[in-house]
């Protein structure tokens, strides 16, 4: 397990992104759950984010890819409208222990 942040550094309805070994992730909490994926959209292959830690949309109920609009549930990284339907996002195991947030990469 690698430690990604501490709680504090990750409000409520917010995102965030990370890099690390090499691999971008990030992560977004929402209803005091923490949930991290792979900063890679299943559709075309792109980072989502449209500038630095800009994960979600204007109103904080999904994930949406700045490249073409796409919109990811929240809680398992399906996506539910825009040009793939049904694909997902790639989870990356985590846990909070402490406060801090942890994760298992692939």
């Given at each position: 397990m690698q430690l990604l942040c501490t709680l504090?550094?990750?409000?409520?309805?917010?995102?965030?992104?990370?890099?690390?070994?090499?691999i971008s992730l990030f992560a977004v909490n929402k209803q005091g759950q923490i949930h991290?994926?792979?900063?890679?959209?299943?559709?075309?292959?792109?980072?989502?984010?449209?500038?630095?830690?800009?994960?979600?949309?204007?109103?904080k109920n999904f994930i949406q890819c700045a490249t073409h609009g796409a919109l990811f549930s929240i809680d398992n990284g399906e996506c539910i409208a825009g040009p793939c339907p049904g694909e997902m996002l790639t989870s990356i195991s985590s846990t909070v222990?402490?406060?801090?947030?942890?994760?298992?990469?692939p």
């Open positions: 504090d550094t990750l409000p409520e309805d917010t995102s965030k992104g990370f890099q690390l070994d090499d991290v994926y792979l900063n890679l959209c299943p559709h075309r292959g792109v980072p989502l984010e449209w500038k630095p830690h800009q994960f979600l949309d204007l109103e222990k402490n406060g801090q947030v942890w994760v298992t990469l």
